[in-house]
């Protein structure tokens, strides 16, 4: 049993958890566009990585008989001035995720909730390492810098990035 309090901030970071899997989602069709298939196999990995954190909590809230309710999800951007700008606003997102965490692990402590506080270390795990990655990236992009073959070597290496990512977690490479 989580109080409505807990439910409805849990519903909101369904939407912030979908609202990231289609963002991502969008970047990697920009990316395929673009012809940056390694970029876009990392940008589809990640969306469905975000999907899974989003089922994570709606299967949660109704397993402590609370109300999982679907999020209305908004339009992300269908266009980005440039891979170094799309992979800082994947970092940027991340941390506004690892903030709205955050704001969630308080109000466990606050409501006393231990069950909702031991769920979420999942997700202080995960955010911890998913902002690592995406600081890793933007600093292999700002290394290779803005030479005349940056992006086929910026695709190069997030494609190896995203084959070290899929190997470490036991599975293919999409
Ligand atoms: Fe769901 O971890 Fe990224 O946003």
């Not at 975000?50 to 949660?60: A, G, K, V």
């Not at 995960?126 to 290779?144: H, K, N, P, T, V």
């Amino acid at each position: 049993m989580i109080s409505k309090k807990m439910e409805s901030a849990l519903n909101e970071q369904i939407g912030l958890e979908g609202y990231a899997s289609f963002l991502y989602l969008s970047m990697a069709s920009w990316c395929e566009r673009e012809g940056l298939e390694g970029c876009a196999r990392f940008l589809y990995r990640q969306s469905d990585e975000e999907r899974m954190h989003m089922l994570r909590i709606f299967r949660y809230i109704n397993e402590v008989d609370g109300h999982a309710v679907s999020p209305s999800i908004a339009q992300p951007a269908l266009e980005f001035d440039s891979v170094q700008a799309l992979f800082k606003q994947v970092y940027e997102h991340e941390q506004k995720v690892t903030r709205a965490i955050n704001t969630l692990v308080a109000l466990s402590y606050e409501e006393k909730d231990h069950t909702t506080l031991s769920f979420l270390q999942w997700y202080v795990n995960e955010q911890r390492e998913e902002e690592a990655l995406m600081r890793g990236i933007l600093d292999r992009i700002r290394l290779i810098g803005d030479g005349p073959r940056s992006l086929y070597y910026i695709d190069k290496e997030v494609d190896q990035i995203n084959q070290q990512t899929t190997a470490g977690e036991g599975g293919e490479t999409a």
